[in-house]
């Protein structure tokens, strides 16, 4: 007589459920998802706490550098300061500006009279073009040279590139934006994102853009390409010695094989959370090399703001700026979990 038992073995394929009948790991995956969006919206608070108060503790008049060289009485200068809430006590104004913030609303800049948002939204794109331009070229230079430079330790290739990326990342980005500048002057334009004028054909429209692109996008990939060639070349060092790639040529694989499909894909790792986590401190680090090259876009509307004091449109983009920072940090936070096993199972 062959009994037949009500809860049949699991095959290969199962997954496995839990006593509430989900599937086994989406509880732990659901838990550390909710656990980084909250660490995210407490930073992201913590922002917006220390941006209201940092940019009061600037020196500077904001009306006063508003009303600078006009004849002014006092009368105008204290309905000017009441005009823009600057006669409020401190509890107030930050009151006021996250309630904006909730409702969207970043303020109107003092210096332009014109809404944050809407002057924030004219410079994004150029500083995206800016960094994305620079970080997927210093990507790709930067893994191509860290490989070669790892599996030939030692050698002169090695040696020169592990130093030049080492002085490079030591270089102020604004002092290495000046030297170009010197360098090749006349051969691309120093200022700007278009020339004054330009005929109406996309095609060369889109030519002189990436023409005045040249200085601006050279300057950050110099600097970021260093960190990620120097973390691939160091965690391919680390899967050299493994015993899995000792295995492989025993196996007679060619050497490059062994590279292509063994020890690099296993070394990406760190590097891949690295270009999400530098993505947004790229974006930050923006307003010295937008500044140089006079590049129109959230770096030089910082350095424009900083020259009132602009209350409201530094406010503006520093929120826009560290919230960038936190969601990249989320991001890389959140793929590291996905392409590495050992922290899903933790």
């Known amino acids: 007589m062959t009994l037949t038992s009500s809860a ?10 839990d006593r509430r009948g989900g599937v086994a790991g989406v509880g732990p995956t659901v838990r550390f998802v909710a656990a980084k969006l909250g660490g995210a919206l407490a930073s992201f608070a913590l922002v917006v706490v220390l941006g209201f108060l940092l940019f ?6 904001p009306v006063a550098t508003m009303t600078r060289d006009r004849p002014t009485s006092p009368e105008q200068l204290a309905a000017l300061r009441e005009r823009l809430g600057l006669d409020k006590p401190m509890a107030e104004q ?3 500006y996250v309630l904006g913030l909730l409702r969207g609303d970043l303020g109107t800049s003092y210096m332009y009279n014109r809404p944050v948002a809407q002057m924030i939204g004219e410079r994004f794109w150029p500083t995206v073009l800016l960094v994305g331009t620079a970080t997927a070229l210093a990507v790709a230079l930067g893994l191509w040279l860290g490989v070669r430079a790892a599996w030939r330790r030692g050698s002169a290739f090695d040696r020169v590139n ?9 270089v102020p980005q604004f ?6 500048l010197i360098a090749t002057q006349g051969l691309f334009p120093s200022r700007g994102m278009r020339s004054p004028v330009i005929p109406d054909d ?5 030519l002189d853009v990436a023409h005045h692109l040249v200085l601006p996008c050279v300057t950050l990939l110099a600097v970021i390409y260093a960190q990620y060639m120097l973390v691939m070349r160091s965690s391919l060092l680390e899967e050299m ?3 899995y790639l000792t295995t492989a040529r025993a ?3 060619r050497d490059d094989l062994v590279r292509r499909r063994h020890a690099v894909p296993n070394a990406l790792l760190p590097t891949v959370t690295l270009v999400f986590l530098q993505f947004g401190m790229v974006v930050s680090g923006t307003v010295t090399v937008e500044t140089v090259f006079s590049w129109p876009g959230l770096g030089l509307l910082t350095y424009e703001a900083l020259r009132g004091p602009d209350l409201p449109l530094l406010q503006g983009v520093f929120v826009v700026l560290a919230g960038s920072v936190l969601v990249m940090n989320l991001l890389a936070e959140l793929l590291y979990r996905v392409l590495d096993p050992r922290v899903r199972e933790s």
């Open 56 to 61: 009061r503790m600037i020196p500077g008049d």
């Open 175 to 180: 002092w290495l934006g000046l030297l170009l």
């Open 251 to 253: 196996k007679g694989l």
């Open 241 to 243: 010695g493994a015993d």
């Open 8 to 17: 049949a073995a699991p095959g290969p394929g199962h997954k496995g459920t």
């Open 94 to 96: 930050f009151l006021d």
């Open 162 to 170: 592990t130093g030049v990326a080492l002085t490079l990342w030591s």
């Open 202 to 206: 996309p095609v060369a429209q889109v």
